[in-house]
């Protein structure tokens, strides 16, 4: 009984969802999840962030316009977006799709040197959303291309998060008179450690289930079994 009481506690720890970014001007809170690369969050370290576009680029960011680059070269006082005016770390919301994850945040990197002269603050952070139907979208670890790709030279914190999310996010941006969303992530590791998606949880819950359930019932035919013997030879 207490193996399993302690085995149901820890796959309803595991279903917990190990980071979320909040919007903090209604407090609504997205679930989401750490990629596999990029730099890693501290353990329940609270980051607030200004989320924003870049006004001249596609949703999917998977190549980086010449007006974008030109935009980032300019002086600050140049600059006519506000986005670029503030103290607070800023994270760039694209969407998933026409590219591999790591795709996304190499052109970010790429839009970085680009202004590391003029006094533009860097985009820290990548927030990527789902692009299936919210009824299908599921948060998943994004990974590299190539596994043997070395994961810490992407120097960015790199999340995603499902469909909904992202349409929460973008209306928040595009209700601001500055086009920018304050918010605060904040990363809390699974207790086991495990980055599985949410339909992999539940197909693995289904089969501990299962066999918490058909061991009994075999231990209890091995008994009958057993006392039938028994009876016989006496």
Not at 57 to 84: E, G, S, V
Not at 88 to 109: D, H, I, Q, Y
Not at 178 to 198: C, E, F, N, S, W
């Amino acid at each position: 009984f207490y193996l399993f009481v302690v085995i149901v506690i820890l796959l309803q720890q595991q279903q917990s969802v190990e980071s979320t970014v909040t919007i903090l001007r209604s407090y609504t809170r997205i679930e989401s999840a750490a990629a596999s690369f990029g730099l890693p969050f501290i353990d329940n370290k609270a980051y607030n962030v200004d989320v924003i576009l870049l006004p001249k680029q596609d949703k999917f960011f998977c190549h980086i316009n010449r007006d974008t680059l030109f935009d980032a070269q300019q002086p600050q006082h140049q600059q006519q977006n506000t986005y670029y005016t503030l103290s607070r770390p800023l994270a760039l919301l694209v969407s998933r799709g026409n590219c591999s994850f790591e795709r996304k945040a190499r052109n970010l990197l790429t839009y970085n040197s680009h202004n590391t002269t003029t006094g533009t603050p860097h985009i820290s952070y990548l927030i990527v959303h789902d692009n299936l139907p919210p009824a299908d979208s599921q948060l998943i670890a994004m990974g590299m291309n190539n596994p043997n790709n070395t994961p810490n030279d992407i120097n960015l914190h790199v999340l995603f998060v499902r469909s909904h999310g992202g349409t929460l996010l973008r209306d928040g941006m595009a209700s601001s008179t500055t086009g920018r969303l304050p918010v605060m992530i904040k990363y809390v590791p699974h207790p086991l450690g495990a980055q599985l998606r949410d339909d992999q949880w539940l197909w693995l819950r289904y089969v501990v289930i299962s066999l918490l359930v058909s061991i009994p019932c075999v231990f209890c035919v091995h008994r009958c079994l057993i006392c039938h013997v028994r009876r016989r030879r006496r």
